[in-house]
């Protein structure tokens, strides 16, 4: 099957029940997991957007080059406001190259102004081939102190690139093969969920999450 063909089949909520697998259950405090869950939905050094205490976390794991996590950008963004109880994690999986490193690594940086999420977004909604300028021009036109950003990034590129490497060996690690590709509560959900199949994976989460209580 293609990617575009099974993008197109995940849409529909019978193949989307089908993709969804458990995540394996880990201690939630075991620390040295990269798979705990505890690790893959509370990483500290990750910024939460959405609703930070919400009963539901979805991850995602992107590159701000793929065409499927620019096209989907907007139906999730919408879904988690209306639900208003989703806990909303991007996770970089920059797989397209320098300049997607690049960008995953400035808006990272973006979060020491408290701009993780204008930066995510200006980048995410490019719908054009990033090159470094593209990069700085986006965030800059956001709101981004790009000056502030890049002395935070030199400062802090350790820290960011453990972030990247962490990322990286969870997808990897999770059995995904590429962007985008999304945990839901305690799913493993890969490919490109429309709305309907975002709004119906949120409440399978909730029913799965119930039935543990």
Known sequence: MTRTTFAASLATLLLLAAAMLPLQARAEDDDGDILSEARILRDPAIPVLGNADGDITIVEYFDYQCPYCRKISPDLAK?????GHVRLVFKDWPIFGGPSIYAARLTLAAKYQDKFAEAHEALISLNEKLSEAKVDAALSAA??????A???????????????????????GLGFQG????????FRVPGAPNAQAFKQAIADARKAAASTK
């Open 150 to 172: 890049k002395a935070d990034l030199t400062a802090k590129g350790g820290e960011i690139g453990a972030v990247l490497a962490r990322n990286h060996e969870q997808a990897m």
């Open 79 to 83: 879904v988690v406001r209306d639900d």
């Open 143 to 148: 709101g981004i102190d790009l000056a502030r």
């Open 179 to 186: 962007t985008p590709a999304f945990i839901i509560g305690r």
